[in-house]
């Protein structure tokens, strides 16, 4: 019987959860008797629940997102009907949280924070019979160069058929009142500050998941291009190991492995677009937070003024980097007009290469400063995870529906390659096409692909949404 058993619930099959690697691997001397069990966020309740009871562990470390909190209440509910464990919660969605929050019905101690450290000492005591102290443990950031890496808990499965998250730094420099970082940087500026992993060590573990036959190296890194020299150094060691084994720098079956990285737009000197320059066809994926192209509304939340217009351009018309540009709509005074002109903007820069917009729903997550502006402009959120934004003062309940019924629809036809669009302002007709896919489905959601397809297509033909 293993004394710990880490579970989460993930967006999907293919997400393995570098969290509970590194909890795993901190553990000490408790490492062999801990074990990982994660499910996806589509499997039944019973097969979530039946692995955790078989295990009869005597500690449950679960890991909270916004995307599994009511999806883990459920679980943990009905764990609570049984012979249960001493049940520990941790990750980014229970750090915040008010101390009467449901969730926390369900749990024994909280973990606040980061987790390495704390998480192994809470279990120390615990299994050792000692009063752990309060049930909220505020756990200061670790320091990633003393702490142990978790690479090899990946499995040969998870190498051979998954993402595989991997971390150069940790932090993010940015106020950004939509995100957690935000709340870091008002309460300590110490915490603010981005911290590197040592870079020689961390290329030798990169190096060996190379060996392995990694597929995918997701960065977890927040800002991966805010240091370009160490950037540098990283993008570099990947693209040796990308053209020694593909030389033409062509697309092929041979191709190795895919790069994703985070980068902040305004960040892109002449030495980093040259390195990016040189990555085959399929081998690059860049993640770029635009956000919003609205200058009055960037400043009110604290976005860095340069929206990196430039940049996309560039990796569109001089690259083979696949860009996914990410754009949030309900940000406080930014109207329906402002945001459709933003996103045609947006559009104009990308389109004509493998570019997708990623249009984001502005969420109010637990303790982020964003919500000091609801007064002021009006804004209502949902109360319940992922507590998006429902109206504001610019833009209608209504209004709020129709973006929402849009971007459901243009990741469903646009980003996924079904409908080509052209070079030309594409907001409202597209806007048109999603209210009349939704009036006729009643849903944006749930539906089959090929009648939604059909049903795309006849309106785009006949003219209905133009």
């Avoid at 995307?67 to 943990?76: D, F, K, M, R, S």
């Avoid at 956000?291 to 990796?315: H, M, S």
């Avoid at 030309?424 to 939704?438: H, N, Q």
């Amino acid at each position: 019987m293993n004394k710990i058993v880490l579970t989460t619930i993930n967006a999907k099959w293919i997400h393995p959860s570098l969290a509970l690697r590194l909890l795993k691997a901190n553990l000490g001397f408790l490492e062999d008797s801990c074990e990982i069990i994660e499910f996806a966020l589509r499997q039944p309740l019973t097969e979530k629940l039946e692995p955790l009871l078989a295990a009869s562990p005597r500690i449950l470390g679960v890991s909270v997102s916004i995307w599994n909190h009511l999806a883990t209440i459920e679980l943990l509910k009905e764990i609570f009907k049984s012979e249960r464990p001493v049940i520990i919660l941790g990750g980014p969605e229970v750090s915040h949280l008010p101390e009467d929050a449901e969730i926390f019905q369900y749990a024994d101690y909280v973990i606040r924070g980061e987790g390495e450290i704390a998480f192994r000492q809470l279990c120390e005591k615990i299994l050792a019979g000692e009063q752990a102290g309060n049930k909220f443990i505020n756990a200061e950031n670790v320091d990633v160069r003393e702490i142990k890496t978790a690479y090899h808990l990946y499995t040969d499965e998870d190498i051979g058929k998954k993402l595989i998250y991997v971390e150069s730094s940790r932090g993010c420099p940015f106020n950004c009142e939509f995100c957690l970082s935000a709340v870091k940087t008002q309460n300590s500026e110490k915490n603010s500050a981005v911290r590197e992993f040592p870079l020689e060590p961390f290329l030798a573990e990169m190096d060996t998941l190379v060996q392995r036959g990694v597929r995918t190296f997701k960065f977890l890194d927040r800002t991966f291009n805010i240091n370009i020299k160490r950037s540098l150094q990283i993008i570099e060691f990947f693209l040796k190991k990308i053209i020694r084994d593909n030389p033409r720098k062509s697309a092929a079956p041979s191709l190795p492995f895919v790069v994703h990285f985070e980068m902040v737009p305004s960040l892109f000197p002449a030495e980093l677009c040259e390195a990016l320059t040189r990555f085959p066809p399929d081998s690059l994926r860049l993640e770029i937070g635009i956000q919003t192209l609205n200058t009055e509304a960037a400043a009110r939340i604290g976005l860095p003024n340069d929206r990196g217009l430039a940049a996309l351009r560039f990796l569109r018309e001089k690259t083979n980097a696949i860009v996914h540009a990410d754009l949030i709509a309900g940000l406080p005074g930014e109207d329906l007009t402002s945001f459709g002109k933003g996103f045609d903007d947006l559009w104009s820069a990308l389109c004509g290469g493998s570019m997708e917009i990623q249009l984001g729903i502005l969420k109010q997550l637990p303790g982020a400063p964003i919500s000091r502006h609801n007064e002021t402009f009006g804004m209502r959120f949902n109360p319940l995870p992922p507590y998006e934004i429902e109206e504001t003062s610019s833009i209608s309940a209504k209004d709020m529906q129709r973006i929402k019924n849009f971007a459901r629809f243009w990741e469903t036809l646009v980003n996924r390659g079904h409908i080509k669009l052209e070079n030309r302002p594409v907001f409202d007709k597209f806007l048109a096409l999603s209210d009349e896919l939704f009036a006729h489905f009643g849903q944006n959601w749930g539906i089959d692909r090929g009648k939604l397809l059909e049903k795309a297509a006849d309106l785009t033909h006949s003219g209905h949404s133009s």
